[in-house]
């Protein structure tokens, strides 16, 4: 399966815009192309391919189990990759709040930054807005990525390997930042068109955000 580009597709209608456009079945668009086609009021719903009609049996009005909504205009199967990263992100959320229910009360705020992080993460890409301005525990993004690679500068030790001998506290941490990790590297997966990733607002929110947990893993150890 390739992808078709929003490069592509310019330069395909170089020499003038068709009157319409079909997705060859051996290709899927990008989102950058997706939109592109949508601008130029040239994209069909998948619904309406003549080889994906099946889908969506319209005599019962009812969508089957192995798809769900993308966005308000387009139906998708459960394993696209912008679905699993929103399931990634969902999972994540629910492993903060367990150990908000069981961490002593000063690790809280710090861990609700981190939750409003990702409820605004799948929120924008819910939604396909931009990821509001944000902090983590008063750091800005930069703040972030300069405390967790140059933790000296901040008091602490230097860096660390997870280690039983550091409690089960910095233990739950580090699991969040893995966790973390594997949520960003879906979304790198989700918006890859071939040649570059989009929504790198959503990517660096992760990136810094895993970056955040190993801070909070080292305050842990410190203490």
């Known amino acids: ?13 170089a020499s003038g815009i068709p009157e319409q456009y079909e997705t060859p079945p051996d290709a899927k668009l990008t989102p950058a192309a997706r939109q592109y086609l949508l601008d130029l009021k040239l994209y069909k719903h998948p619904d309406t391919h003549p080889r994906r009609q099946a889908a969506v049996p319209s005599e019962s009005g009812r ?44 690790w809280r705020a710090p861990l609700e930054d981190a939750l409003a992080l990702v409820r605004a993460v799948l ?14 525990d008063g750091m800005d993004p930069e703040e972030v990525h300069r405390c967790s690679h140059h933790p000296q500068e901040f008091g602490f030790s ?5 280690s039983k001998e ?21 979304a790198v997966q989700a918006f890859w068109d071939g040649q570059k990733a989009g929504r790198e607002d959503i990517i ?8 955040f947990f190993y801070v909070l893993q080292l305050r842990a150890v410190r203490r």
């Open 1 to 13: 399966m390739r992808f078709i580009t929003e490069r592509e597709l310019r330069d395909q209608f």
């Open 166 to 186: 550091h409690g089960l506290l910095a233990a739950q941490l580090n699991r969040l930042r893995a966790l973390t990790r594997e949520v960003e590297l879906a």
């Open 204 to 211: 660096l929110a992760l990136n810094r955000l895993s970056s």
């Open 123 to 136: 929120a924008s890409e819910v939604r396909g807005t931009p990821v509001p301005a944000w902090k983590l």
């Open 63 to 106: 969508k089957p189990e192995h798809m769900t909504n993308l966005n308000a205009h387009e139906m998708v199967c459960k394993t696209h990759p912008r679905i699993l990263l929103r399931g990634k992100l969902d999972m994540l959320e629910s492993e903060i709040l367990v150990l908000q229910c069981s961490c002593r009360p000063e």
């Open 158 to 162: 230097g860096h660390i390997l997870p």
